[in-house]
């Protein structure tokens, strides 16, 4: 195992507001966690299956980040054909404005164009500024803000 990639794998869970990376390749897992400033690491080797798995079965059990997704989506199903939903292109912290004295980039009520932006998702200290696909009004804010968001996780209902 490459120590400096440990090391790397460390830095950036100390750095960011997840508490928790897991990562599995091959017949190598390791899974870094830190609880209350603490940074605790372990790995392990196991070796591989003798059969593949099937797909099915490495998923069976749901996460409630997956349990979240998956009430969004049966929600989705009820939404006016009219609403439109900007998605999170990627996983990290959603942001409204951009400073924490500074106004919303979008609040609900504004009418907001393509190409606005709407606001920003930090991964990796990088600020991502999320823009809107569509014209519309804007009806409802999904994230509160400084809270992580999934990759795919709505932010905004839009109507159109």
């Known amino acids: 195992m490459d120590i400096n990639l440990l090391k790397k794998i460390v830095k950036i869970v100390e750095d960011s507001s997840i508490t928790e990376l897991e990562i599995e390749e091959e017949n190598t897992r390791i899974k870094v966690s830190k609880n209350t400033g603490a940074v605790h690491y372990a790995a392990t080797q196991h070796p591989a299956p ?15 980040a997956d349990e979240a997704a ?31 004295d500074a106004d919303s980039y979008a609040k609900v009520g504004d009418e907001i164009s393509v190409g606005q932006v709407l606001c920003i998702v930090e991964a990796m200290k990088l600020m991502n500024e999320i823009e ?12 509160e803000n400084g809270k992580p968001v999934e990759y795919n996780q709505p932010l905004f209902l839009i109507e159109i």
């Not at 809107?132 to 994230?143: A, F, H, T, Y």
């Open 50 to 64: 003798p059969f593949p798995v099937p797909v099915a079965s490495q998923h069976a059990h749901l996460r409630p």
């Open 70 to 100: 998956a009430a969004i989506a049966k929600a989705k199903d009820d939404l006016p054909g009219n609403l439109h939903e900007v998605k999170s292109p990627i996983v990290g912290t959603f942001y409204r404005a951009p400073a924490p």
């Open 132 to 143: 809107s696909d569509v014209s519309g009004k804007i009806v409802k804010i999904l994230v």
